[in-house]
């Protein structure tokens, strides 16, 4: 899928969620595993804020439902709170369920173009109104709730889950979600699935006997690798200016407060 961000430049260099600057002493050893995860509501609500500020120059991640543009990359459309996109399936399954709840969407006259264009960059069929149908149907309670459960249905879940079976904490979970999200749950070389299968060949999981934090460095290596691939990722930032700081200094649960900055600019959560 296509990734968000708050400018078109920004999006399509696809950047860097910054470091956290806790003290170390706060943090569990790198053996431990938040009981709780990415999926208690507050450290969810944090991982989408965190995504925001690298995809949105925002932390109001609530406020992209209505985003959509052509970002260039080569993905067709990109909108929504992840970047659904209407040339990798994931904008389409959205539409779909959406208008299996709510007939007669306004997106529901554009299922046919989305079918036709799906894997290509091409906007045969959606132009000129199909940006201005997905801001009147985010204006709707049903597709925004179609939005956050096909991000969970897609991305979010699964994450979670092959992280917590692979023995992952919080931060663990979120770096295999912040990978899903932006190379696709597959198992391609460059999807989530190959990144993952990447990493395994330098170090164990901790479910296989590994320590969590070497294990999580080889992803992030294998990760970093997997981005440098395509034009549109190769500004690794994301990774080695957020997740890998924030796994250097031990957090290992993503505790706040966090301070990062994403191309330069600063954020915070405390």
């Known amino acids: 899928m296509g990734f968000l961000s708050g400018t078109a430049a920004r999006r ?3 950047a860097a969620l ?4 806790l003290s170390c002493s706060r943090w569990p050893s790198a053996g431990a595993a938040d009981a709780a995860g990415l999926d208690d509501p ?3 609500d944090l991982a989408m804020r965190l995504v925001s500020s690298a995809e949105n120059s925002s932390l109001d991640w609530q406020a992209q439902y209505a985003y959509v543009e052509d970002i260039g990359d080569g993905r067709g459309y990109t909108a929504g709170i992840i970047g659904f996109c209407s040339g990798t399936s994931d904008m389409l399954a959205l539409v779909e369920l ?3 709840r709510v007939p007669g969407n306004p997106l529901a ?4 173009a989305l079918r036709a264009v799906d894997g290509t960059a091409s906007h045969d069929g959606l132009d000129p109104g199909f940006p201005a149908a997905w801001r009147t149907a985010a204006k709707t309670s049903a597709f925004r709730t179609a939005q956050r459960d096909e ?8 994450a979670v889950a092959r992280a917590k079976r692979d023995g992952l904490g919080t931060l663990g979970q979120f770096v295999y979600y912040d990978a899903m999200v932006m190379h696709g749950p597959g198992t391609a070389p460059l ?3 190959g990144i993952r299968g990447r990493a395994r060949q330098g170090a164990d999981t901790p479910a296989d006997g590994g320590d969590q934090t070497a294990y999580l460095h080889a992803f992030l290596d294998a990760r970093v690798w997997a981005m440098r691939q395509e034009a549109a990722h190769r500004d690794v930032s994301r990774v080695e200016t957020a997740q890998r700081v924030f796994l250097e200094q031990g957090n290992l649960d993503l505790d706040t407060p966090l301070k990062w900055k994403v191309y330069g600019d600063s954020y915070e959560i405390g």
């Not at 910054?18 to 600057?21: D, E, I, L, M, S």
């Not at 006259?109 to 046919?112: D, H």
């Open 12 to 14: 399509t260099l696809l």
């Open 191 to 193: 999807s989530f699935g």
């Open 18 to 21: 910054g470091a956290g600057v």
């Open 98 to 100: 959406y208008t299996e």
């Open 109 to 112: 006259p554009y299922l046919a």
């Open 151 to 158: 991000r969970d249905r897609g991305y979010f879940d699964p």
């Open 42 to 44: 507050v450290k969810k």
